[in-house]
């Protein structure tokens, strides 16, 4: 016996810890089998425990789940006056909250009514990583007032002051306004950070509510096509060097020398009359030298190359503006992708 009672003591004593170690995730299901059960006391402690502030390790998700199913527990358990205060909490987080008849009772639903109509908040969303082409298709922006108000919402860049679309409507519940993605201009949007701002009115009391949207936008498109340089080393020379002259006119001197040392050397000075005919010779070559000289300075120009220099500038003219054109209509076809910044609810 002794042993008996040892042992489940000590059974009692691990129980707990294993107990407390269960996720958040794991008391929700649990707390949420217990209220399908109608074991509701039961399931309003767990639940109570998933929502509250100290329990570091639920998320805001779990958080609002848990709000939504106390609420829903005590409808159930008669309790009203709580029943209507954790549909308000759950309300002022997420005003897209719902109850649908599939799962919650009628009891449950019109104390959830009574929660709406005693609270006014504003909510927005933006559609998630949705891609389409600005100015050809549309996104849904998603707003929600839990009364009936007058609606001011805007996209601006994050930072700057003036917004880049508006948009303005009256009415209750659940309501989406159609966006083309472009400005007000009529321009794309540049990638970054966004704002989506939304303030809401009551119609009946005045009383507004305001809330804002962070998302970012990028685009995809296919890679973009680099332009093509073009080289010096691709084109042809199109002046004649200068040594090219100078080369001449050594050719004429040299020529001019030959012209006259050959009679000499040869005749050793007897031939009076070659080397007369030497001198023109030399006198000829000299001035045919000097002349090349002076013609390859002042006309060094080679049109032939020119006129194919030209045509390779053309080309490569023509070839960076097709690249440009590909690349502008890949940019104009460029799918916009919006992200939602995550952030807790309010």
């Not at 599939?102 to 949705?130: M, N, S, Y």
């Not at 083309?180 to 540049?190: H, K, P, S, T």
């Not at 080679?302 to 590909?326: F, G, S, T």
Request: hydrophobic share 45%.
């Amino acid at each position: 016996m002794v042993r008996l009672v040892v042992g489940f003591v000590l059974a009692m004593l691990i129980a707990r810890p294993l107990g407390a170690q269960r996720t958040p995730t794991e008391v929700l299901s649990r707390a949420v089998i217990l209220y399908e059960e109608l074991q509701l006391e039961r399931a309003v402690v767990l639940l109570r425990e998933v929502a509250s502030p100290g329990n570091g390790g639920a998320t805001a998700d779990e958080r609002l789940s848990a709000m939504k199913y106390l609420g829903a527990a005590y409808a159930l358990l008669g309790t009203r006056d709580s029943a209507v205060a954790y549909f308000q909490r759950t309300l002022e987080r997420d005003p897209f909250t719902d109850l649908p008849p599939a799962i919650f009772t009628a009891q449950e639903r019109q104390l959830f009514a009574v929660a709406r109509q005693r609270t006014f908040v504003v909510g927005a969303k933006v559609p998630q990583d949705t891609g389409f082409v600005p100015g050809q298709t549309m996104v849904p922006l998603r707003f929600v007032t839990t009364r009936h108000a007058r609606v001011h919402a805007s996209v601006r860049r994050a930072g700057a002051g003036e917004p880049v679309a508006s948009f303005r409507w009256t009415g209750e519940g659940a309501a989406e306004s159609s966006w083309d993605g472009l400005d007000e201009g009529g321009g794309r949007l540049a990638p970054g950070r966004y704002l989506l701002e939304v303030s809401a009115t009551s119609t009946a009391d005045s009383l507004t509510d305001t809330v804002a949207v962070q998302f970012d936008v990028r685009y995809d498109h296919p890679p973009l096509e680099d332009t093509v340089g073009l080289e010096a080393a691709s084109l042809l020379p199109e002046r004649r060097p200068p040594s090219v002259a100078r080369s001449r006119l050594a050719v004429g001197v040299a020529a001019a020398a030959f012209a006259i040392a050959v009679p000499t050397a040869i005749g050793h000075g007897e031939l009076g009359s070659t080397r007369k005919h030497a001198t023109v010779m030399a006198s000829v070559s000299v001035s045919s030298g000097i002349a090349a000289f002076v013609l390859l300075r002042r006309g060094a120009a080679i049109p032939a190359n020119i006129r194919e220099n030209a045509r390779r500038r053309e080309e490569h003219v023509r070839l960076n503006r097709e690249i440009r054109e590909r690349n502008a209509a890949r940019i104009a076809g460029a799918r916009m992708i919006i992200t939602p910044v995550s952030a807790e609810p309010r």
